[in-house]
C-alpha cells in the first residue's frame, strides 16, 4: 500500500535514572524511577552505557555496579547525552499518518477489494583492609571519581561503603555476597564537584565502560533493592548478528501496526504509556517488551534519522572502527539502502525485586527481521466525487472503520469505549448483544 | 497408542501450534513446516538407499523437537538441521545404533556453525511453562517406558545442581526457581536425553549418564556460560554410552514394530 505522507509524533522520552542502584549520600529520599542502558557486544567484548537524569543535588550521587572483570582508566569513558537521546528518538514507538485516496480512482477500487476480504586515606586504607575491601584502582573521568572495589566478603564491602558515606538499602549485603561469590568486582562512582563546575554542564553525563567477558548479563538486582515500587528500563542493544532477547525472561513484542482513532494524534503519549501499562499487566509483569529492532542503515518511517557513525563509535561500537572507511550512510529512505553491520534492539520493561528476581542474562539471537512499535492514523477521503464506490466508502467502509478503530484503542489502552465513541463524535457504541440472540439463530 | 512415538508426536505438535499461534515464535512461519518435510524427505532418502522400510514417525518426532527449540529464519539452516538429524542417526552408527539424539546433534552443529541459528529458552513464560510441565509430566506417567528413569534422575540432579548453586551464593530461591521455568529444559528431558536408543541399556548406567549430563551441562552453562550448555553437554556425553554398554550389558530397547524400521 502506498504511504501517502508520513508525520511521525514522538513520545516524550521517559523519565530515566541508574540501573545499577544510586546510594544516596544523604537522606533526600532518591528512588530508582527509570533507566537507560547501551549494550554494544560483539564475540566476548561489550561496552556498557548507563544514562540518567538525576533529579538531586549532584553530591549526593552515587552508583556501584558489579562489573565482571578489573577495569582500567581507559576503559571508562563519558558519553555525551545527546547520542542516547538520539538513539532514543529513532527507535521510539512511533505514530504514522496516511491519507486515503479518491475511491473513485481505478488503482484504489482494487485496494478497496482487496481489503474488505481481509480486516486486520592511611587510616582509610587500613580500615578499608580490615574489612577485607580492596580499593584495586581510583579514577577521575570526566565529572566521576571511579572506584573499582574488590571485597572478600560482603558484609565488609557494605560496612565500608556505609562508613564512606553510601547509603545503601535493606538487603544489599546478600545480593553483594552474591555477586562476590560470582567473581565481579563493583565499580563505583561518585561526582567530582570540581571536576563538574569545569564541565558546565548541569546534568550528568552517560557513564560508559569497557570490558571482556563471557557473561551476556545485565545486573539489575541491586537496583531493585532501593527502589520504591517498580522501575522501568530501556536497554539498547547493538550486535552485528541480530535481535536480542533475555534468557531468563520471556520477550514479547509490543502490539503494532493498529489503526487508531485521529484524535490519538495529540493524546499519543498518553496512549503509549496506557499501552505499555496494559502489556505488563497482561504478562503478569514478567515480560521484557521489544519496542524496535531494526538494522541501523534506515527506517521507515523514521522517528529519527539512523545514527552515524561517529555516533555509533561513540556507543562503544568497535567493529566500525576496525572496519575500513567506506562511504558516509546514505539517507534513509523507503527501500532499504546498503545494510550497515550494526543491528538495534530497544528493549523495555516495568520490574522489582518480585516479578524481575534475577539480572537479565541476554541472548544474541540471528534474527535480523525488522520490528518496530508503530500505530497507524488513516485519514478519511473527503472529496465530492460521486461514484458506486465512493457512495459504499461513504456509507459503508468508513463507519466500519471508525467502529473497529475506536474497538483496537479500546483493546490496546482499556480506555473506556462509549468515551473513545464520544470523542471520535461516533455517538454511543452499540451495547453487546445478549448471547441468547446468537444462541437459535 | 500402543507405541510412545503417537503420544510425543501429538504432544510435540500441540506445542508447535501453541508456540506459533500465541508464543510470538521468530522467523517465518513456514520454516516450522519446513523441518518435518525436510526431515522426511531425508529420512526416505536414506531408506532407500540403504533398503529399508519408511517409518516417518521418528524423523517426525525430531522435526517437531526442531521446530520447537531451534529457530532460525533460514531455509539453508532449517534443512541443514533437518539433514544433520536424520543423517546421524544412518550415518554415526556404533555396534549397530545410532550414538547421538538426532535432534540434539543437529541443535549442536548448526549453532556452532553459524548464528544465524539459535535457542530461545526464555521464550515461554510462566503459565506455559506449568501447562507444558503438567502435559510432559502425565506422558512420562503414561508412556510407562522402562526407560522413564533417565528424565527423573536427570531432573533431580539438575535441580539440585541450580539450588544449590543458590544456596552457596545466597540467592534467594526464587532465583533457582526461575531458571528452572524452562520449557527447553522440559523438552530436552522428556524428549532428548530419555531418547530410549540413545541412552545406555543398564539401569545404574542410565541414571549416572543422566547425572554426567546434568553435571557437565551445569558447568558449561554457569562457568563458561553457554546458553546451549546442556545440548552440548548431551552430546559430549553420547559417545561414552556404548563403552557402557559393553562394560554394563542390559537389554537393548526396541520400538513396537509394525514394519521394518530403524531409528
Known amino acids: 500500500m502506498r504511504v501517502w505522507l508520513v508525520i511521525l509524533s514522538f513520545l516524550p522520552l521517559a523519565a530515566q535514572a541508574f540501573c545499577g542502584f544510586y546510594v544516596a549520600r544523604a537522606d533526600t529520599g532518591l528512588y530508582n524511577r527509570s533507566s537507560r542502558v547501551v549494550l554494544v557486544r560483539d564475540g566476548e567484548r561489550t561496552v556498557l552505557t548507563m544514562a540518567n537524569d538525576f533529579q538531586g543535588d549532584v553530591k549526593d550521587f552515587a552508583i556501584v555496579i558489579p562489573v565482571p572483570t578489573f577495569i582500567e ?66 579514577y577521575t573521568v570526566g565529572e566521576y571519581d571511579i572506584l573499582i572495589l574488590s571485597a572478600t566478603e560482603s558484609a565488609g564491602l557494605v560496612t565500608w561503603l556505609r562508613e564512606n558515606g553510601y547509603r545503601l538499602p535493606a538487603g544489599a549485603e546478600a545480593v553483594v555476597g552474591s555477586y562476590l561469590k560470582q567473581g565481579m568486582r563493583f565499580f563505583v562512582a561518585r561526582v567530582n564537584l570540581d571536576e563538574f563546575a569545569r564541565t558546565g554542564f548541569r546534568y550528568l553525563r552517560p557513564l560508559q565502560v569497557a570490558y571482556e567477558t563471557p557473561k551476556f548479563v545485565l545486573p539489575i538486582r541491586l537496583g531493585t533493592l532501593n527502589a520504591q515500587g517498580q522501575q522501568e528500563l530501556f536497554l539498547w542493544t547493538l550486535t552485528r548478528t541480530g535481535r536480542v532477547e533475555t534468557a531468563n525472561y520471556p520477550t514479547v513484542k509490543v502490539p503494532s501496526g493498529q489503526e487508531l482513532p485521529l484524535y490519538v494524534k495529540d493524546r499519543f503519549a498518553d496512549f503509549y504509556r496506557d499501552l505499555f501499562a496494559r502489556q505488563v499487566e497482561e504478562h503478569g509483569g514478567r515480560a521484557v517488551f521489544t519496542e524496535y529492532a531494526w538494522n541501523m542503515a534506515w527506517c521507515d518511517p523514521c522517528a529519527a534519522q539512523p545514527l552515524s557513525r561517529s555516533e555509533l563509535r561513540e556507543l562503544g561500537v568497535m567493529w566500525l572502527a576496525e572496519a575500513p572507511p567506506v562511504r558516509p550512510l ?9 545494510p550497515v553491520d550494526v543491528f538495534v534492539t530497544r528493549l523495555h520493561l516495568r520490574y522489582d525485586a518480585r516479578t524481575f528476581p534475577d539480572d537479565l542474562r541476554l541472548h544474541r539471537t540471528g534474527d535480523k527481521s525488522n520490528f518496530q512499535a508503530r500505530y497507524v492514523l488513516r485519514h478519511p477521503w473527503d472529496g465530492s466525487d460521486d461514484c458506486p464506490e465512493a457512495k459504499r466508502y461513504r456509507s459503508e467502509i468508513l463507519p466500519q472503520r471508525l467502529r473497529r478503530q475506536a474497538e483496537n484503542l479500546h483493546r490496546l489502552t482499556g480506555w473506556p469505549l462509549a468515551e473513545i465513541h464520544r470523542a471520535m463524535g461516533l455517538g454511543e457504541p452499540p451495547a453487546p448483544e445478549p448471547w441468547w440472540k446468537r444462541l437459535w439463530p | 497408542m500402543s507405541d510412545p512415538r503417537h503420544l510425543q508426536i501429538a504432544i510435540l505438535t500441540g506445542m508447535l501450534i501453541y508456540g506459533l499461534g500465541w508464543r ?36 517426525l518426532i525430531s522435526s517437531l523437537s526442531l521446530g520447537l527449540l531451534l529457530h532460525t529464519a533460514s531455509a539453508f539452516w532449517a534443512v541443514t538441521a533437518a539433514f544433520v538429524a536424520v543423517a546421524s542417526k544412518f550415518l554415526l552408527r556404533i555396534d549397530g545404533r545410532h550414538v547421538f539424539n538426532p535432534t540434539n546433534l543437529a541443535i549442536v552443529i548448526t549453532t556452532l556453525a553459524t548464528e544465524q541459528v539459535w535457542v530461545s529458552p526464555g521464550q515461554w513464560g510462566l503459565g506455559a511453562f506449568l501447562a507444558v510441565a503438567a502435559l510432559l509430566g502425565g506422558m512420562m506417567v503414561l508412556r510407562r517406558t522402562r526407560r522413564g528413569e533417565v528424565t527423573w534422575a536427570f531432573l533431580a540432579a539438575w535441580g539440585m545442581l541450580v539450588f544449590g548453586r543458590a544456596l552457596w551464593l545466597g540467592d534467594p530461591a526464587a532465583i533457582p526457581w526461575l531458571q528452572l521455568q524452562n520449557v527447553a529444559l522440559l523438552i530436552f528431558a522428556c524428549f532428548m536425553i530419555s531418547d530410549p536408543m540413545t541412552v545406555p ?19 558449561l552453562q554457569y562457568h563458561f556460560y553457554v546458553d546451549e550448555g546442556l545440548f552440548y553437554a548431551l552430546a559430549l556425553c553420547a559417545p561414552l554410552v556404548p563403552w557402557l554398554n559393553r562394560r554394563l550389558p542390559g537389554t537393548r530397547y526396541r520400538w513396537p514394530r509394525t514394519v521394518p524400521s530403524r531409528r
Not at chain 1, 91 to 114: G, I, S
Not at chain 1, 131 to 137: I, P, Q, R
Not at chain 2, 25 to 35: A, D, K, S, V
Open chain 2, 201 to 219: 541399556d543398564h539401569r545404574v548406567a542410565r541414571i549416572g549418564f543422566a547425572v554426567l549430563v546434568a553435571v557437565v551441562g551445569y558447568v
Open chain 2, 24 to 59: 510470538d515464535f521468530p522467523g517465518p512461519g513456514w520454516i516450522y513446516l519446513l523441518y518435518p518435510l525436510a526431515a522426511l524427505g531425508f529420512q526416505w532418502g536414506f531408506c532407500r538407499i540403504f533398503r529399508l522400510g519408511f517409518d516417518g514417525r521418528s524423523p
Open chain 1, 73 to 138: 582508566r581507559e576503559q571508562i569513558h563519558v558519553a555525551s547525552t545527546a547520542v542516547l537521546d538520539h538513539l532514543d528518538a529513532y527507535t521510539a514507538p512511533r505514530l504514522v499518518e496516511y491519507f486515503d485516496p479518491n475511491p473513485c480512482r481505478r488503482l484504489y477500487r482494487m485496494e478497496m477489494k482487496a481489503m474488505s476480504a481481509a480486516a486486520p586515606g592511611e587510616g582509610a586504607a587500613a580500615r578499608a583492609k580490615a574489612l577485607g575491601v580492596t580499593v584495586e584502582a581510583r
Open chain 1, 330 to 338: 546514505p539517507k534513509p529512505r523507503i527501500a532499504p539502502p546498503r
